[in-house]
């Protein structure tokens, strides 16, 4: 995982997201900051702007780091705060996260993973001999207690994960890839190829 930037909502949001839904939080009586009476209720308003939220971060995870193609059908909006927290997240752009399905089922209802978005730089590193992350070891022990529980949480460590990772480094040291690749389809295993000074 690495910094993501919060985008731009798309200029269609408000009116075919947001008001829709608070529409129908209001008509049923349900306040904005309050947890819904089922979730499984809440319409999917979210899902009109499932493809502008991948055009919007360039088809990359934001817990995985990886780029991943639109059509292969892997994309989630993933709500940072639970939809069973606040009603009103449900219909916020800049509550979601672009995902994979896998991080996204991991991460579930869960608020044990640190934001992508305002994540401080160089919070994970990654073991290019294995393709294992962790925390910095600068951080401060909180710091490295919650970036472990993001690991875990999302799996992020899974031998299919740490696999990509190395397999990816290995591309590059074979000279199969260049930076700028890895800038666009492994902007994680990039960073740290370049905070290493590996390039």
């Not at 800049?94 to 919070?123: E, H, M, Q």
Request: positive net charge.
């Amino acid at each position: 995982m690495i910094p993501v930037t919060l985008q731009p909502e798309p200029a269609d949001f408000d009116a075919e997201v947001r008001q829709r839904g608070h529409a129908w939080l209001r008509a049923r009586g349900i306040a904005l900051n309050a947890a819904p009476p089922k979730v499984s209720k809440l319409p999917n308003y979210w899902s009109r702007s499932n493809k502008q939220l991948w055009e919007a971060y360039s088809g990359v995870c934001a817990y995985l780091a990886i780029f991943f193609e639109w059509g292969t059908g892997a994309a989630s909006t993933d709500h940072f705060a639970a939809k069973s927290q606040n009603a009103g997240d449900a219909y916020e752009w800049s509550n979601y996260r672009l995902s994979c399905l896998g991080p996204n089922r991991n991460k579930n209802k869960f608020d044990d993973v640190l934001d992508p978005i305002g994540l401080a730089p160089n919070t994970f590193v990654i073991n290019f001999s294995s393709g294992k992350i962790a925390p910095h070891p600068a951080l401060s022990p909180a710091q490295k207690a919650a970036a472990r529980k993001t690991i875990r949480r999302l799996k992020l460590d899974s031998p299919d994960n740490n696999k990509m990772r190395a397999r990816r480094y290995q591309d590059y040291l074979a000279g199969d890839c260049s930076l700028n690749f890895l800038l666009r389809e492994s902007p994680f295993v990039h960073a740290e190829i370049v905070r290493q000074g590996l390039q």
